[in-house]
Antibody, heavy 119, light 109 residues
Framework: QVQLVQSGAEVKKPGASVKVSCKAS????????MHWVRQAPGQGLEWMGI????????NYAQTFQGRVAMTRDTSTSTVHMELSSLKSEDTAVYYC????????????WGQGTQVTVSS | QTVVTQEPSLTVSPGGTVILTCASS?????????PNWFQQKPGQAPRALIY???NKHSWTPARFSGSLLGGKAALTLSAVQPEDEAEYYC?????????FGGGTKLTVL
């Protein structure tokens, strides 16, 4: 069965970077896309970007342009999301979510990774 | 900056019907926005319900349906069950990027 398993919680200082990983299993990795979505405490969902797992092309939300990088490692079926220049407002749960066609986002989700930014 | 707007909260009685809507600041929502709907319960990851306006996932209960209504995307819940109490989010596509609505907190009372 499809599984997306994310890396563990992180605590970072303002100005630092964080890299969250999402390991996929149970399907052919390169036939899909992966979205990254975050949710700040008590807030709604925020779309961050998408990566095509076949060619590695990305599309990021304007809010995160220049500060986010999504990459994939096809040898380990793992997707990474790195967010730099962290601020306290980046404290959130970060989710990866699979998309099988580029237009059917989130049929499967990772369990979420808590990222806390605090001095 | 594109804004997607949902009702902040709605209340429905068990067995009743409720319609949640999803509007775009750019104008009329069409099928070209590929409206998606998600359900999220406290402490859980979101769960996909509807994709591309009307299509259900294999796990989506029959009482959930998606449509376009009055220039917006809509999610209709019929014969509402207590377990449908949750936050509901729509997601719209804008030329390579996606934007979530602010969410609707549905109370079943």
């Amino acid at each position: 069965q499809v599984q997306l398993v994310q890396s563990g919680a992180e605590v970072k200082k303002p100005g630092a970077s964080v890299k969250v990983s999402c390991k996929a299993s149970g399907y052919t990795f390169t036939t899909s896309y992966m979205h990254w979505v975050r949710q700040a405490p008590g807030q709604g969902l925020e779309w961050m970007g998408i990566i095509n797992l076949s060619g590695g092309t990305t599309n990021y939300a304007q809010t995160f342009q220049g500060r986010v990088a999504m990459t994939r490692d096809t040898s380990t079926s793992t997707v990474h999301m790195e967010l730099s220049s962290l601020k306290s407002e980046d404290t959130a749960v970060y989710y990866c979510a699979r998309d099988t066609s580029g237009a059917i986002p989130g049929d499967h989700w990772g369990q979420g990774t808590q990222v806390t930014v605090s001095s | 900056q594109t804004v997607v707007t949902q009702e902040p909260s709605l209340t429905v009685s068990p067995g009743g019907t409720v319609i949640l809507t999803c509007a775009s600041s750019t104008g009329v929502v069409t099928s070209g926005y590929y409206p998606n709907w998600f359900q999220q319960k406290p402490g859980q990851a979101p769960r996909a319900l509807i994709y591309s306006t009307t299509n259900k996932h294999s796990w989506t209960p029959a009482r959930f349906s998606g449509s376009l209504l009055g220039g917006k995307a809509a999610l209709t819940l019929s014969a509402v069950q207590p377990e449908d109490e949750a936050e509901y989010y729509c997601l719209l596509y804008y030329d390579g990027a996606w934007v979530f609505g602010g969410g609707t907190k549905l109370t079943v009372l």
